[in-house]
């Protein structure tokens, strides 16, 4: 990954530019919180999809780096809401605007994001490119609905959940994907095989993201058993929950009905998650999906790009963060 990052560190740092620029106000206050907030970046996976999309169908144009922009401004934008939904405390090791300000900053902030996001969108002059991003931004809010409808449901099917994550995380890869091989030149079937690997590709990292909260790690930067914590119930424990021996599984969905989970119940579904196959599992499906992507990429354009796309698919499995 760090390899792809510095052969595009030019395209990167011509985007990182612009989301400043676009982010920049007269007010003090916000001024300071997102000065704040961009010092700590993540890979920026996102918008390297949108270059590699773009440059494996023509040319890095200017509205393929203002749609990356605009595409990270509306992630970043989702990350800070879902913070104050979920009452996070950190993200990527540091205190959220939410635990740190409020609320009532934080919501401001984040539709500040989405704003701006949409602000760039409009500067590309590409009117797909405005009608995407306020399409994600819709799907994006819904996959947030879908998994609290499902937390509070106590919903234990894995259809749901693939059906949730699509939304609430593989929606923005594909939206990604899209915009960057329709600015590049790719046509209607290139572009819905591109949008097809990303879908795998998003999927496979929110599941891997979901499999960190199985584990103490403190490079995560966030807490073991946060999930359950807030009432989600993710892949690894699905399987384990439908796959168990009843004597086993169901005094863990009896601790899950009842809400409010301890600590000492997390750890006891965190440990029976991982007694029962529920990490290996995630894994398995984690790898089918990439073998159905590598499957789709053998049939788009060769190139730096490809490669590119393959070792991304590998560096999600395999991260660490």
Same mark, same amino acid.
């Given at each position: 990954?760090?390899?792809?990052?510095?052969?595009?560190?030019?395209?990167?740092?011509?985007?990182?530019?612009?989301?400043?620029?676009?982010?920049?106000?007269?007010?003090?206050?916000?001024?300071?919180?997102? /000065?704040?907030?961009?010092?700590?970046?993540?890979?920026?996976?996102?918008?390297?999809?949108?270059?590699?999309?773009?440059?494996?169908?023509?040319?890095?144009?200017?509205?393929?780096?203002?749609?990356?922009?605009?595409?990270?401004?509306?992630?970043?934008? /989702?990350?800070?809401?879902?913070?104050?939904?979920?009452?996070?405390?950190?993200?990527?090791?540091?205190?959220?605007?939410?635990?740190?300000?409020?609320?009532?900053?934080?919501?401001?902030?984040?539709?500040?994001?989405?704003?701006?996001?949409?602000?760039?969108?409009?500067?590309?002059?590409?009117?797909?490119?405005? /009608?995407?991003?306020?399409?994600?931004?819709?799907?994006?809010?819904?996959?947030?609905?879908?998994?609290?409808?499902?937390?509070?449901?106590?919903?234990?099917?894995? /259809?749901?959940?693939?059906?949730?994550?699509?939304?609430?995380?593989?929606?923005?890869?594909?939206?990604?994907?899209?915009?960057?091989?329709?600015?590049?030149?790719?046509?209607?079937?290139?572009?819905?095989?591109?949008?097809?690997?990303?879908?795998?590709?998003?999927?496979?990292?929110?599941?891997?993201?979901?499999?960190?909260?199985?584990?103490?790690?403190?490079?995560?930067?966030?807490?073991?058993?946060?999930?359950?914590?807030?009432?989600?119930?993710?892949?690894?424990?699905?399987?384990?929950?439908?796959?168990?021996?009843?004597?086993?599984?169901?005094?863990?969905?009896?601790?899950?009905?009842?809400?409010?989970?301890?600590?000492?119940?997390?750890?006891?579904?965190?440990?029976?998650?991982?007694?029962?196959?529920?990490?290996?599992?995630?894994?398995?499906?984690?790898?089918?999906?990439?073998?159905?992507?590598?499957?789709?990429?053998?049939?788009?354009?060769?190139?730096?790009?490809?490669?590119?796309?393959?070792?991304?698919?590998?560096?999600?499995?395999?991260?660490?963060?």
């Amino acid at each position: 990954m760090k390899k792809i990052q510095e052969d595009l560190s030019s395209e990167l740092a011509e985007m990182n530019d612009i989301i400043v620029t676009q982010l920049a106000t007269t007010n003090r206050m916000m001024n300071d919180i997102v /000065s704040r907030y961009l010092q700590v970046k993540g890979k920026q996976i996102r918008p390297i999809l949108v270059i590699l999309s773009a440059r494996m169908f023509g040319a890095v144009s200017s509205e393929v780096l203002l749609a990356g922009a605009a595409l990270e401004m509306l992630h970043n934008a /989702s990350l800070i809401h879902d913070d104050i939904v979920d009452e996070t405390a950190l993200r990527r090791g540091v205190a959220t605007i939410n635990a740190t300000m409020g609320n009532h900053i934080a919501v401001l902030v984040g539709d500040f994001f989405v704003s701006n996001a949409l602000a760039a969108g409009i500067r590309t002059g590409d009117i797909r490119v405005i /009608s995407a991003l306020s399409a994600l931004g819709k799907e994006l809010s819904l996959g947030e609905i879908d998994q609290i409808c499902n937390a509070r449901e106590h919903s234990l099917e894995e /259809s749901s959940y693939i059906s949730m994550i699509r939304q609430k995380t593989a929606s923005l890869f594909m939206n990604c994907a899209r915009m960057g091989a329709e600015l590049g030149g790719a046509d209607e079937t290139q572009q819905e095989r591109l949008v097809a690997f990303a879908e795998l590709l998003g999927l496979c990292f929110q599941i891997k993201d979901d499999i960190f909260d199985y584990f103490d790690d403190k490079r995560i930067g966030k807490p073991t058993g946060n999930d359950l914590r807030e009432g989600k119930v993710t892949l690894p424990l699905l399987y384990a929950l439908s796959n168990a021996p009843q004597e086993k599984s169901e005094p863990m969905r009896q601790i899950l009905s009842e809400g409010n989970l301890t600590a000492d119940n997390i750890t006891r579904l965190i440990e029976f998650a991982k007694s029962n196959g529920g990490i290996e599992y995630a894994y398995s499906r984690m790898r089918a999906m990439q073998q159905e992507a590598m499957k789709i990429l053998e049939e788009l354009p060769s190139g730096e790009s490809k490669r590119d796309f393959e070792l991304i698919f590998d560096y999600i499995i395999e991260r660490h963060t």
